[in-house]
């Protein structure tokens, strides 16, 4: 978890080149374009706190792809400014957005303004009087006011009437049980999945779990065939260590791979990595190194080296067409065969600096495409987890939210949408879970199934605890 920082914005107004009018407490104004050769260019999206602090999104509300290279983003400031780099193009209806952090910060009253590669033509601004909660978006896109929206950088903005259905209790018991021994995992465990009497879970040291029934309705660490610590994992080469977040199998099982979400590589913690790793786990070795690795980052817009893949999990093909789900890369229904071989469904990964998930099709050549972008009306995305039973989709937040879980189906237009939010069980405290495991419809016992969360934080010793949903 990345907690937010408190910042307070240090300006230079004597360098200032502008005088700038003062604005009314809670005003908010978005400034027309200059006439421009590009002024299809629009400030879409700000945002001020939280894990992306200090991020502008641009969107092309036109018909042609433009080219942005060179241009400049600055706030109130003239000082201050951002250089958008060499290649950067917007196709139309595209969004693209920029952490400008290193250059300058966002304050509670400040603007956003955009330029030409010239620095002083200005293109599109939005000023604002208080800090966003959690993003200030235009409703709708690249035309309307700005607002006050869940966060949703590099993708539509949510113009909804709010953050989802009204929040409610737990579909299950409210009291929460200890499912590991003290002490065995310590910090960091984050990723679950239960694969029958298996559940997978991966730490964010780069380390990879094969847990078993212990007997008392939890797990603990197999012992065989090099399992009893873990094991640590590695990039494709045998380089770098995996910081795992998120852990999931296919239709084929783990004895097809066990498929990993990891944000950077541990041993250059300072850059981004947004990966999804594949890992053969049938040896008897000590470490496992990657057979495959589908490298997300350019794809997706850009988060702190921290904030990046928490989750991911795997929805087969079947359920999606089933469903009538459209695919956002064509506009038209899923069709599996455009894609070639692949591994039978669409990985979904959650984003924990933006809230966001992803529906990706992991082509077996490498090659790698976009078919989902989707907000979960919350400010991170912990963990995620597909329900075959009830053909649901589980988002999952962390202490940020409040222990909150969503679940999400393909609605009529053929979309994720979420269709209920739930508070975290009565009887467990406001945990920093990053992982939950959702049991089989097999172990469904008067009316109830088991579900387990993994605690990052270790609290009173203990990564692991078990709870109940509904079947």
């Known amino acids: 978890m990345t907690a937010a920082r408190t910042r307070r914005k240090r300006r230079n107004l004597a360098l200032s080149l502008v005088a700038v009018p003062a604005l009314a407490a809670g005003a908010l104004t978005a400034a027309p374009a200059h006439a421009a050769p590009a002024d299809d260019i629009r400030v879409n999206e700000v945002v001020t706190t939280g894990s992306v602090e200090d991020s502008i999104e641009l969107y092309n509300k036109g018909t042609a792809t433009i080219d942005v290279s060179g241009w400049v983003l600055k706030d109130d400031n003239n000082s201050s400014s951002y250089k958008i780099a060499s290649g950067t193009t917007l196709a139309p209806g595209a969004f693209r957005s920029f952490d400008v952090h290193a250059k300058f910060g966002l304050g509670s009253s400040d603007k956003a303004r955009l330029y030409l590669a010239d620095g002083s033509t200005l293109v599109d601004s939005f000023t604002w009087s208080s800090h966003s909660a959690p993003s200030w978006s235009r409703c709708p896109d690249g035309t309307g006011a700005f607002r006050s929206a869940a966060l949703t950088l590099g993708a539509a903005n949510n113009c909804g009437t709010g953050g989802g259905p009204t929040p409610v209790a737990w579909p299950g018991g409210g009291s929460v049980a200890n499912a590991d021994a003290s002490g065995v995992f310590g910090t960091d465990l984050s990723g679950l999945h239960q694969e029958g009497g298996v559940l997978w879970g991966a ?149 924990e600096g933006t809230g966001m998930v992803y529906g990706y099709v992991l082509q077996d050549s490498g090659t790698f495409t976009r078919v989902a972008s989707v907000s979960s009306g919350m400010s991170g995305v912990m963990e995620l987890q597909w329900e075959p039973a009830a053909s649901r989709l589980w988002v999952v937040c962390d202490d940020t939210c409040g222990g909150q879980h969503r679940t999400m189906q393909v609605n009529a237009s053929g979309a994720l949408a979420t269709v209920a939010v739930y508070n975290r069980p009565t009887g467990m405290p406001d945990y920093n879970n990053e992982g939950f495991a959702v049991a089989g419809s097999d172990a469904c016992v008067g009316g109830s199934k088991p579900v387990y969360w993994a605690d990052d934080a270790n609290d009173g010793g203990h990564a692991l605890r078990k709870g109940t949903i509904t079947c």
């Open 203 to 351: 730490q964010n040291s780069g380390r990879l779990w094969r847990l078993l029934p212990n007997g008392s309705g939890g797990w603990t660490p197999d012992t065989t065939n090099g399992w009893s610590s873990g094991k640590t994992l590695r990039f494709t080469g045998g380089t770098g260590t995996a910081d795992s977040e998120g852990v999931t199998v296919t239709g084929g099982g783990s004895a097809a791979g066990v498929f990993v979400a990891s944000e950077r590589n541990g041993d250059a913690s300072g850059t981004s990595r947004l990966s999804v790793l594949k890992y053969d786990v049938s040896g008897t070795g000590t470490s496992l190194t990657a057979a495959k690795e589908w490298n997300l980052t350019a794809d997706l817009p850009a988060v702190g080296s921290n904030a990046g893949f928490e989750a991911v999990t795997w929805v087969p093909d079947s359920a999606l067409t089933g469903a009538a789900f459209q695919d956002a890369s064509t506009g038209a229904p899923y069709d599996p065969a455009r894609y070639g071989a692949h591994s039978g469904g669409v990985f979904f990964v959650g984003v």
